[in-house]
C-alpha cells in the first residue's frame, strides 16, 4: 500500500497529499478498513516531514475519508454511497393523478396571507448596497432575535429549511459521522444523510417527545448531530413538551453533538414553540421555516443559535448564493409586522387545528389510530400500507407511503396532509370512512387489536 500511495503522490505538499489519498478512497484503490501507514513511515517514503503529512491526514479525517483511531492507526472509511432522493420521491406522486391528492404536505394556498399589497409597497430601493452587507436585513434581524425560543449567539436567514438543514449538515457532518434523526423523519432528510455517508441512529417518539432512554443509548455512538422537529412533528404529528426538551438538553449536555431543530410549521404549529436551545444555546441550530405559514415560493426560513456553526454557514455561503434576496425579506418583514397579515396566520393555525381534531375524531369513531396533536399531517396506522394506498387511489384520493419516513420498519402507516381539508365537516367524516375502509383487519383498529 505505502507504494501505491507514494506513487500516486505526485504533490508533496499537505494539499497535494490529501488530495491523492482522497482520490484513491475514493476510487476505492485503497480498502475501506485498511490501516493506512504511519505518519512517520508516508513522510519517511515521501521524504517531507511529519508535519506535512499529519495535515493531509486532519484534512482527510474533516471529510471523512479516513478514520485516526489512535494509538490503533489510522483507517479507510468508506467513501458516500450514489446517494439521490428516492425517498423523498416516493412520499407524493405530484398533481394531477388523484381528485383528491393529500399526499403532498403542502400547505393550503387558500389559508396564505395575501401578498398583493405588501407586495405593491415593497421598495427595491437601497435594499442592498454591496455584496459583502450583512446577509439579513437589520429589521428583520431584529423582529426574529426578539421572537427568537432562546437569545441566539447568530441569526441568519436562507432559503427554506431544507435549504438550513442542508447547509448546516454539510458543515457538521462527514463521511462516516453518526447522526441521531427522530423515527420516523422528514423522507429527504434520511436522503441527504445519506449522501453525507452518516450512519443514521433512529430514536422512536411517545406523545412528548424522544424516547430519553433510547436518545441515551444512541448518544453513547458519539453522534455529530441530532435533527428533531420540535412542533408538529412531520409525518406524527408530535409535539414537545418543554420539560421533554429540557431532558433532553440534560443528556445531550455531555456529550459533542449538535442539536439541529427543524421547526417547520413555524406559525401555523399550534403548540409553544420549545427548544433545547433554551439551556444549551451554543450547541442548538434553531430553524424556523415561513414556507406552511406564509408561502413555499418565499423560499425562506431563519437559522439561529449556535455561533460556531452559524458562521461557518453564513462564511460558506458568501461564497455561493450570498445571501436570500432581500427583495423577499422585506416581503417577509411586512407579512410578520402587518395586522391583516398576521390576523390571516391566526386564523390558518386555527383552521388546520380544527381540520386535524375533526378528522382525528372521525378517524377515531371508525376505531383508526392516530398519533400527534399538531401540524398538517396525520399519520395512520394501517394493516397493510400498499393495499391501503391502492385502495384510496382507486377511490381518487392520495396519500403517501409511510415507509419513506422510516429509519427502521415499525408498522404499516400512511401520512395523509389533513391541512388541505377545506371543505365541509361531511367532507371530513367522507374521507375518514374511506380511509376506514382501507386501513382494515387487526391492528389497524382500536378495539380490535390483538391482545
Ligand atoms: C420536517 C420538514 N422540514 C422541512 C421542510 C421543508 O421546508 P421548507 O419549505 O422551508 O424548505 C418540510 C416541508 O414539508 C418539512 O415537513
Redesign the pocket.
Known amino acids: 500500500m505505502l507504494d501505491d500511495m507514494v506513487a500516486a503522490i505526485d504533490n508533496r505538499s499537505a494539499q497535494g497529499i490529501a488530495a491523492a489519498i482522497g482520490r484513491m478512497v475514493s476510487a476505492g484503490e485503497l480498502p475501506v478498513g485498511d490501516r493506512l501507514p504511519t505518519v512517520r513511515e508516508l513522510s519517511k517514503a515521501l521524504g517531507v516531514s511529519p508535519t506535512t503529512v499529519s495535515e493531509a491526514w486532519k484534512t482527510l479525517a474533516a471529510v471523512g475519508a479516513i478514520d485516526p483511531r489512535g494509538r490503533l492507526g489510522t483507517f479507510v472509511r468508506q467513501p458516500p454511497g450514489p446517494g439521490g432522493t428516492h425517498r423523498y420521491r416516493r412520499i407524493t406522486d405530484g398533481p394531477g393523478r388523484f381528485d383528491l391528492d393529500l399526499s403532498t ?2 400547505p393550503d394556498v387558500g389559508l396564505l396571507p395575501d401578498l398583493r399589497p405588501i407586495v405593491a409597497d415593497v421598495s427595491r430601493q437601497s435594499l442592498t448596497s454591496s455584496y459583502l452587507d450583512r446577509p439579513v436585513l437589520p429589521e428583520l434581524w431584529d423582529h426574529l432575535h426578539a421572537s427568537w425560543p432562546f437569545p441566539p449567539e447568530e441569526l441568519t436567514v436562507v ?7 442542508d447547509r448546516v449538515a454539510r458543515e457538521l457532518v462527514h463521511l462516516g459521522d453518526r447522526v441521531v434523526v427522530e423515527n420516523p ?2 423522507p ?2 434520511l436522503d441527504l444523510f445519506e449522501q453525507l455517508g452518516a450512519e443514521v441512529i433512529g430514536v422512536n417518539l411517545d406523545a412528548e417527545g424522544l424516547v430519553l432512554a433510547e436518545l441515551a443509548s444512541a448518544l453513547e455512538y458519539e453522534p455529530r448531530l441530532v435533527f428533531v ?1 420540535p412542533r408538529a ?2 409525518p406524527t404529528g408530535t409535539t414537545w413538551s418543554a420539560k421533554r426538551a429540557r431532558a433532553v438538553s440534560r443528556l445531550v449536555a455531555p456529550t459533542a453533538a449538535v442539536v439541529v431543530e ?1 421547526d ?2 413555524g406559525d401555523i404549529a399550534s403548540g409553544e414553540p420549545v427548544s433545547v436551545g433554551t439551556w444549551l444555546p451554543d450547541r442548538t441550530v434553531h ?1 424556523r ?4 405559514s406564509h408561502g ?1 415560493d418565499l ?3 431563519a437559522v439561529g443559535g449556535a455561533g460556531s456553526v452559524i458562521d461557518r454557514v453564513t462564511d460558506r455561503r458568501l461564497l455561493g448564493p450570498g445571501w436570500s434576496s432581500r427583495i423577499l425579506q422585506s416581503v417577509l418583514l411586512a407579512l410578520l409586522t402587518d395586522p391583516t397579515a398576521t390576523w390571516a396566520v391566526e386564523a390558518a393555525r386555527h383552521a388546520y387545528a380544527s381540520r386535524r381534531r375533526e378528522f382525528t375524531r372521525a378517524l377515531a369513531e371508525r376505531g383508526v389510530a392516530t398519533t400527534g396533536t399538531d401540524g398538517i ?1 396525520q399519520w395512520v396506522e394501517v394493516a397493510d400500507e400498499r393495499s391501503a394506498l391502492v385502495g384510496l387511489a382507486a377511490r381518487g384520493i392520495g396519500v403517501a407511503p409511510g415507509e419513506p419516513f422510516m429509519v427502521r420498519p415499525a408498522g404499516d402507516h400512511l401520512r395523509i396532509t389533513i391541512g388541505l381539508l377545506d371543505g365541509p365537516i361531511s367532507a371530513i367524516e367522507h374521507l375518514a370512512e374511506q380511509v376506514a375502509d382501507v386501513a382494515g383487519g387487526p391492528g389497524a383498529r382500536v378495539g380490535r387489536r390483538p391482545s
Request: hydrophobic share 35%; proline share 7%.
Open positions: 404536505g403542502f432559503d427554506g429549511a431544507m435549504d438550513a438543514i423523519t422528514f429527504p432528510v422537529q412533528h412531520n427543524d417547520h410549521s430553524i421555516s415561513y414556507s406552511k413555499p423560499r425562506l426560513a399531517n
